[in-house]
């Protein structure tokens, strides 16, 4: 079994490193956690977890080292980890709109990264994260790619499309998160109780999703069986429309995309 170091111990860092002891994969005492601020990981120690605050020294000894900072971060820290690093290492990148090449230019170009989007149901172990390299080989994608499957869906995609996903994916859970919001608003509205509207939201949001996954179907083609002539149905969604309810949605997952490409630099 590989030890990892996660470097970076926020939402992300830490759902996947629960994510991986729950999926029986690893044990918590081969994952080691940095954070500038130990007294933020005495919760993780209890369970198991090997924790530092040097991120150098946390480097060392990792098979498998993931990159989970800030973009606004990264540069400092892989300055701290560059004479730590060896070819031999996988580099996992979770750091939006930040290449390959972004880290190589400062820990060499012999290193061998990957860079992988995950969002934030990592924490349930239902993400959706995207893969992508420049030029690992098939056998180390593979163990990066095993290491998310413990927590949740794995996409490998083209390195160029990871802002794409960043956009579709990782931002795109809350744009998910407010439509189920808006549809509650709209339950109490037509007048139920907040609670149960929300109950009934999520609920329906998930089952329209569930529908897709294991029918494998078209979102239109399940949208047919529920609109019917001069139906309640039709009448509700062509008024979304008319307001520019898909618009909307593309022009903001296209925005995001924007924003994401430019993170690191900014």
Same mark, same amino acid.
Not at 55 to 76: S, T
Not at 234 to 239: D, P
């Given at each position: 079994?590989? &030890?990892?170091?996660?470097?970076?111990?926020?939402?992300?860092? =830490?759902?996947? /490193?629960?994510?991986?002891?729950?999926?029986?994969?690893?044990?918590?005492? $081969?994952?080691?956690?940095?954070?500038?601020?130990? /007294?933020?990981?005495?919760?993780?120690?209890?369970?198991?977890?090997?924790?530092?605050?040097?991120?150098?020294?946390?480097?060392?000894?990792?098979?498998?080292?993931?990159?989970?900072?800030?973009?606004?971060?990264?540069?400092?820290?892989?300055?701290?980890?560059? $004479?730590?690093?060896?070819? +031999?290492?996988?580099?996992?990148?979770?750091?939006?709109?930040?290449?390959?090449?972004?880290?190589?230019?400062?820990?060499?170009? $012999?290193?061998?990264?990957?860079?992988?989007?995950?969002?934030?149901?990592?924490?349930?172990?239902?993400?959706?994260?995207?893969?992508?390299? #420049?030029?690992?080989? #098939?056998?180390?994608?593979?163990?990066?790619?095993? =290491?998310?499957?413990?927590?949740?869906?794995?996409?490998?995609?083209? +390195? $160029?499309?990871?802002?794409?996903?960043?956009?579709?994916?990782?931002?795109?859970?809350?744009?998910?998160?407010?439509?189920?919001?808006?549809?509650?608003?709209?339950?109490? +509205?037509?007048?139920?109780?907040?609670?149960?509207?929300? &109950?009934?939201?999520?609920?329906?949001?998930?089952?329209?999703?569930?529908?897709?996954?294991?029918?494998?179907?078209?979102? +239109?083609?399940?949208?047919? &069986?529920?609109?019917?002539?001069?139906?309640?149905?039709?009448?509700?969604?062509?008024?979304?429309?008319?307001?520019?309810?898909?618009?909307?949605?593309?022009?903001?997952?296209? =925005?995001?995309?924007?924003?994401?490409?430019?993170?690191?630099?900014?």
């Amino acid at each position: 079994m590989s &030890k990892i170091t996660i470097i970076g111990s926020g939402n992300i860092g =830490l759902s996947l /490193a629960k994510g991986l002891v729950k999926s029986g994969q690893y044990i918590a005492a $081969d994952i080691t956690l940095t954070r500038r601020n130990l /007294a933020n990981l005495q919760e993780e120690a209890a369970l198991g977890f090997q924790v530092s605050d040097n991120n150098a020294q946390a480097a060392l000894d990792a098979e498998i080292v993931v990159l989970a900072v800030l973009p606004q971060q990264l540069r400092k820290v892989l300055e701290e980890v560059k $004479d730590s690093v060896r070819a +031999e290492q996988i580099i996992v990148s979770v750091v939006s709109g930040v290449s390959c090449a972004d880290v190589k230019q400062v820990l060499g170009e $012999d290193k061998l990264v990957v860079r992988a989007m995950p969002n934030t149901a990592i924490a349930i172990g239902q993400s959706m994260t995207c893969i992508a390299t #420049d030029n690992a080989a #098939d056998g180390e994608i593979k163990r990066v790619e095993q =290491l998310f499957e413990s927590v949740g869906a794995v996409v490998v995609i083209q +390195e $160029d499309l990871m802002t794409s996903a960043t956009a579709l994916c990782a931002c795109g859970i809350a744009f998910f998160l407010r439509a189920i919001r808006a549809a509650s608003q709209g339950g109490v +509205e037509i007048g139920f109780h907040a609670h149960d509207a929300l &109950k009934m939201a999520v609920q329906t949001a998930k089952g329209a999703a569930d529908l897709l996954l294991q029918t494998q179907n078209h979102p +239109e083609g399940e949208i047919d &069986k529920v609109t019917s002539p001069k139906g309640c149905t039709i009448a509700g969604l062509n008024e979304m429309e008319h307001n520019g309810f898909s618009s909307a949605f593309i022009k903001g997952i296209k =925005l995001s995309a924007e924003k994401a490409g430019g993170l690191y630099n900014e």
